[in-house]
Structures are given as structure tokens and as C-alpha cells.
């Protein structure tokens, strides 16, 4: 089997359809050219391998302020931490209740409003999904 060179033009041509931009670069996603080839961005890196957080993250929030300097904020389901410079703060408010580390199915005793359904008798296989907070 014989290898063929490729020669596609650089940059993405988003013009049409992906049959108009035929022997084209039609979509990319963290890639780069650099001398007429393509090239991924470069990596990831970690801020910090050594930040303590506790609890399962459910969302991160970053900027830069006035003066560049890099923020992100971490909410996990116990904890809300303000990270900048290598340091993570927990800054969590006083009174916070933490979720649930998992969504949680339920079924039978308990799982409906009051009054629903006959005492003694089991409940239909339908139950309720309560999420992850």
C-alpha cells in the first residue's frame, strides 16, 4: 500500500457546505497552523496539583482582573473556594448547606407528597430522581 502526501491549504474554510469546501479544512477545534501545517494549541496544565478541595466540583468560574491577574472560582457540593496564585481560599458562606454528592432514586415510603396512595399497599415501580446538588 502506497502513502500519498495530502496537501491541504491552511486555515478553515467555513464558505458553504462541507462538500463546497472539498480538499479543505471544513471544521478544527484547538488546533493552530504554523508553517502551512496544522498544529494542536499546546496542552493543559494544572494551576495547582496540590489544591485541597472538598467535595465533587459543579462549576468553575474564572477571569482576569484590571491588572491581569488570573482568578477562578470552584463550587463543588460542600465548598466554594476563590483561587489566584497557586492558592486556594474556601470562602464558602457561613450557613451553607452542602448537597448530595450523587442523585439519589427513590422508591415506596416516603418518596411522594402525604395522602398519596392506599396505606399498605405498594407503590407502582415509578419512582422519583432527585439530583445531585
Known amino acids: 500500500m502506497a502513502l500519498y502526501p495530502i496537501k491541504l491549504p491552511p486555515g478553515v474554510y467555513r464558505n458553504g457546505t462541507q462538500y463546497q469546501s472539498a480538499g479543505r479544512w471544513w471544521d478544527a477545534n484547538l488546533v493552530r497552523w504554523y508553517e502551512g501545517t496544522m498544529r494542536p494549541i499546546g496542552g493543559w496544565l494544572k494551576e495547582n496539583r496540590n489544591a485541597p478541595l472538598t467535595g465533587v466540583c459543579r462549576g468553575v468560574f474564572s477571569w482576569k482582573t484590571n491588572d491581569t ?13 476563590a483561587f489566584t496564585g497557586g492558592v486556594a481560599t474556601d470562602i464558602t458562606p457561613t450557613g451553607f448547606i452542602a448537597g448530595r454528592v450523587d442523585s439519589v432514586y427513590g422508591l415506596g415510603y416516603g418518596i411522594s407528597t402525604y395522602g398519596t396512595g392506599n396505606y399498605g399497599v405498594q407503590r407502582p415501580g415509578v419512582g422519583l430522581v432527585l439530583e445531585a446538588a
Not at 491577574?69 to 473556594?81: C, D, E, I, Q, R
Open 69 to 81: 491577574t488570573k482568578w477562578a472560582m470552584f463550587g463543588t457540593n460542600s465548598n466554594l473556594y
